[in-house]
Every structure is written in C-alpha cells, then in structure tokens.
C-alpha cells in the first residue's frame, strides 16, 4: 500500500494535495498501515488554520514522523469500526478503499473529517454535497484504494503477488506457485477486458489469509467474479466442484457441485453465504473439506 | 430472424475471457469455464439482457475448430476484442433448455443480430434469455457441461 501512495506521489503534480494521516488497522492481521504525511505547510494553512475545521490541529497534522503520530493518536479514542467505504479524492484523481475490515481512530474520523462513505458514493467519484469540507474545496486527500483506472490492471496483479510475498513463509509452495503462476493468466492488461469489474485486492487478501488458516488446502483454480471477487474452486472430477468467492468483507459465498457424491451417494447441490471462519465447518458437513485439502 | 427462437438441434457458442476461465492449478489447461459466463450482467437501469452467444450453425464448416475460428474471426469486429488464453464454451440449445426445466426456469435461445463496427450485421449473434442473475446453481450447472476449446 506504501507504493501506491508513492504512485499518486509521483505521478500526480498536485501532490500538495494529499494530507497526512490516517491511521487504517486491519482487524483479521492486526497491522496497522500509516498514511500521508506529504502536505506542504502552504496546503496546511489553506485547508486548517484558514478552514473551518476546529480541532486541535496540532495533534494531527504536521508531524515530520509518521511514527510520531502514530505513537501519539493512534486509538486514543479507541476504534470505530465502519464497515464502509473510505473515499480521499482531490479534483483530478479519485481513489477509494472498499476493504470493509479497515478501522479508522474515531478521533481521527471526528476531528479530521475522515468519513466513512457509503459504497455507491465510493464508487461514483463525483463530488457530492454530503462531501467534506475540504472536498467541497475541490481539494482533498487522495489515499488508497483500489486501482480505479482500468489500465493499472497490471498494477492489480503485482499488488496481489506482493500479498502473496508477504505470506510466503505461511504458505505451502504448491500454493504459491500456482497462485502465481495463475495471476500472470487472468489478470493481463493484454488480455483484460476493460468494461469487467477490476478485481479486488482485498478479496485476493481474504483468498489467501484462508489458505493461510487452512494450510492443509491444495491449490485451487483461480478465477475472477463479475463483481470483481476472487473465486477459487477446487475440482474433485470435471464435474465435481467446490467453489469459494472471497468477498472483500471476510464473507465468502460457496457453492458445491457432485454428481454423485462418494460418501452420500446422492448428488449435492448447495450455495450459501456465511462468514469465511465458519466455512470449514460447513464443507465439512458436506463431506466435501477433504477434496481441498487432499 | 432477429428476435427469433432458435430450436434444437442448434448449437450456440460462448466466448469466456480469460479471468473467467478455470484453469488447472498445476499444469494451467483450461479444465472448465466458470460460472460467471452465464451470469447475467444487469444494466444501469436494472434490466437482465441475457447471455451474449453465437449460434453456431451460422458458421458451420466440417471440422469445429473451423467453426470456431469463423465465429472468432466475426466477434473480431465487435466493438470488443477477442483475447488470448479465453476459451469458447459450445452447447446444444436442447441442453440449455433442459438445464433450465431441471433447475426450474424456462430458458430461451433468440436471435439477436449484433451491429458491427464496419456497419455490417452479425446474424449469429442471439441471447440465451431466463437465467436469473442469482440462480447459481444454474449457472453452474451449464458451465460444467459445455464443451471447451481453448483459442
């Protein structure tokens, strides 16, 4: 995530108008990612000490340190979790976060005017009344994201190999590999549709935190959603399946698919929705758990 | 005639990117096509169009990988392209339908000729209609039950 602040950083001229910070932690690995920091002292009077925002500025903005600040704000008010989307923009680019899992300092959110938005607003870029104060000003932070340019679609895959990196020591190595090895398929700027739904890194994230949970599981065939989602499925037979989505908001939907199926004699056709810790416990009832994992 | 009902014994052909084909885990042979090929995409305005496919017969010629080339040499002037590493997944109507009765829905296979980019009208191209959006197990019962070949 680093890297793509440094993108917007580097390619887009205004970066003055990108303001530090925010603090976002992941609830499922506990870690915690430090954004901003780049404002220009200019940019700092134009947007607090002229503005209307009063809080006590000091206490967030300006801080040569990220460290700093996170030492002295971080959860001071404890957590608030939103399970929204958290949308920066300025007037030319608009990045959005649609990872629901993310939680954000509630000082921070009622000082700073950080907000949580709701999806469609995420998703349409423009501008609305319902917009921050800096927003209305048509100068806003731009903070991370998902890719929202179609041609970054390469960008997309190489954040998804890096999640990978980073769990490659949880991770078994047929796993990795095929992980790998299928991304470079599926998901090419030469062969990407650029009127699909970009896929998702958050759903990738989930896709490989339960390979990371259950490491018994063999690799899975990769596929995309309509929706953007991963989708793994493992295959007994041709005709035989178990197919995970990985929703960006640790709920997966499942599908079984048998014929046939070895231990009930009875084909089993079933779909559900349920949150990604309960899913192993459910194949399992199905006696389907032990195809994945074989 | 484009609104139409194509009959068995027809055949249609389906064009499944790359993102949507499911590839071995190992050895990266397409071994099916997933669900999402026969998932509607639902427009703005809420409406359900259909399945884009190509009737085959259209193009027929004595060896199916002809026939294929034909119908991908076609969708080569639709306003999208081809990719590479995509699959076509090809079903006899009859199927179509009885996967349908089987799964309680009554699906349709219509003409529905396509408007090139050189202005010329593509008269194979027809819409499988009445797969609801989140009928999955349908879905994934057609996908699993076409035939395959990789371009």
Not at chain 2, 13 to 22: D, F, G, L, N, T
Request: net charge negative.
């Amino acid at each position: 995530m680093t890297s793509l602040l440094q993108k917007i950083y580097t390619e887009e001229n205004n970066i003055k108008n990108i303001v530090n910070c925010l603090i976002l932690t992941d609830e499922y690995t506990k870690s915690t990612t430090i954004f901003g920091n780049i404002i220009s002292s200019q940019l700092y009077k134009d947007f607090f000490l002229k503005g209307d925002l009063s809080v006590n500025k000091s206490d967030y903005f300006l801080s040569n340190c990220l460290e700093n600040i996170y030492k002295d704000n971080a959860f001071r008010d404890g957590l608030l979790n939103y399970r929204l989307p958290i949308e920066f923009a300025n007037a030319n680019i608009s990045y959005y976060f649609s990872e629901s899992d993310f939680t954000i300092p509630q000082s921070f959110h009622s000082n700073v005017n950080i907000a949580p938005y709701p999806l469609e607003w995420a998703f349409s870029s423009q501008w609305t009344d319902y917009s921050l104060p800096l927003i209305k000003r048509n100068k806003h932070i731009s903070i991370l994201l998902s890719h929202s340019n179609p041609s970054d679609i390469d960008n997309v895959r190489y954040d998804c190999q890096k999640i990978i990196s980073k769990k490659e020591s949880l991770l078994k190595e047929d796993v990795i590999v095929s992980l790998k090895k299928q991304l470079d398929i599926i998901i090419n700027s030469e062969t990407w549709d650029p009127e699909d739904q970009e896929p998702s890194i958050f759903s990738f994230s989930k896709l490989v935190s339960f390979y990371e949970h259950y490491n018994d599981l063999r690799p899975a065939s990769i596929t995309i959603t309509n929706d953007g989602n991963f989708a793994a499925t493992w295959f007994m037979t041709r005709k035989q399946l178990v197919r995970l989505d990985f929703n960006p908001n640790s709920w997966v939907s499942w599908l079984i698919f048998t014929e046939h199926h070895e231990a009930t004699k009875q084909p089993i056709k079933e779909i559900g929705f349920n949150k990604s810790t309960d899913i192993k416990k459910i194949l399992e009832s199905f006696k389907v758990w032990s195809w994945m994992s074989k | 005639m484009n609104g139409d009902t194509i009959f068995p014994p027809n055949s249609i052909a389906r064009y499944c990117p790359p993102s949507k084909v499911e590839h071995d885990p190992i050895t990266l042979e397409p071994l099916a096509v997933s669900l999402e090929n026969f998932k509607p995409k639902i427009s703005e305005i809420g409406t359900n169009k259909g399945i884009s496919v190509n009737w085959l017969e259209k193009h027929a010629k004595p060896k199916i990988k002809d026939t294929i080339n034909s119908i991908r040499e076609r969708m080569e002037s639709y306003p999208y392209n081809i990719k590479k590493n995509g699959a076509f997944a090809i079903a006899t109507v009859k199927y179509i339908i009885e996967a349908g009765l089987r799964n309680k829905s009554k699906l349709s296979v219509v003409e529905n000729h396509h408007k090139l980019i050189d202005g010329s009208v593509d008269d194979s191209h027809a819409l499988i209609i009445g797969i609801k959006v989140d009928d999955e197990l349908l879905q994934q019962e057609i996908a699993l039950n076409v035939d395959i070949y990789s371009i």
